[in-house]
């Protein structure tokens, strides 16, 4: 099974700073029709997981512009360029490139 | 608007059966697969598996094969989950999902295995 890495394990900021989560795997996630399957959710508190990017950088409707997605092959990151208040939560990349699909073990974004 | 709505909590003895059921709205049932993920309480998500709605064909991910069914009642727009043969280690939010496209999830179901 790909293994998906998640750092840090938390973050704490104030509104306002930045954020960056990073999401290694084991293997490249590069699929044979030449996509990578790399998604980031947000599970806030007491809520259902809610997709922010798909296909490593595009956001989902809705999703605001400060949420941003890079990397290739293995090494992907997730960055928020101010955070909000309504950004606290656990945030997961997961890779569905290979089966079977798997998630990272998460970064909980607190805020100060 | 796409909405998966799941049935509510269960409490279940261990070596007893459960079955989840997952509602889909909004959009045409059978165009999107549907998937399962397990939340065990405080960890993480874990994915189980995915039912071809327009087929019927489930596929599980090994942890998960052997006591637990994927089923569908297409007819009703409906994905289910059964789970037989509880173990406390089965004591888990489970999820629906639409994983592909535009991104949906149940609002997940509960279920608590003690004897």
């Known amino acids: 099974d790909v293994v998906m890495t998640q750092t840090p394990v938390s973050l704490s900021l104030a509104i306002g700073q930045p954020a960056s989560i990073s999401c290694k795997s084991s293997?490249?996630?590069?699929?044979?029709?030449?996509?990578?399957?790399l998604s980031w959710i947000l599970q806030r508190p007491g809520q259902s997981p809610k997709r922010l990017i798909y296909l490593v950088s595009k956001l989902d409707s809705g999703v605001p512009d400060r949420f941003s997605g890079s990397g290739s092959e293995t090494e992907f990151t997730l960055k928020i360029s101010r955070v909000e208040a309504e950004d606290l939560g656990v945030y997961y990349c997961w890779q569905a490139t290979h089966f079977p699909l798997t998630f990272g073990s998460g970064t909980k974004l607190e805020i100060k | 608007q796409i909405q998966l709505v799941q049935s509510g909590p269960e409490l279940k003895k261990p070596g007893e059966s459960v079955k989840i059921s997952c509602k889909a709205s909004g959009y045409t049932f059978t165009d999107y697969a549907m998937h399962w993920v397990k939340q065990a309480p405080g960890k993480g998500l874990k994915w189980m598996g995915w039912i071809n709605t327009y087929t019927g064909k489930p596929t599980y991910a090994d942890d998960f094969k052997g006591r637990f069914v994927f089923s569908l009642e297409a007819s009703a727009s409906t994905a289910n989950l059964q789970i037989s043969n509880l173990k406390n280690e089965d004591t888990a939010t489970y999820f629906c999902?639409?994983?592909?496209?535009?991104?949906?999830w149940g609002q997940g179901a509960s279920v608590t295995v003690s004897s």
């Open positions: 999902a639409r994983l592909f496209g535009v991104d949906a």
């Open positions: 293997q490249s996630l590069v699929h044979s029709d030449g996509k990578t399957y």
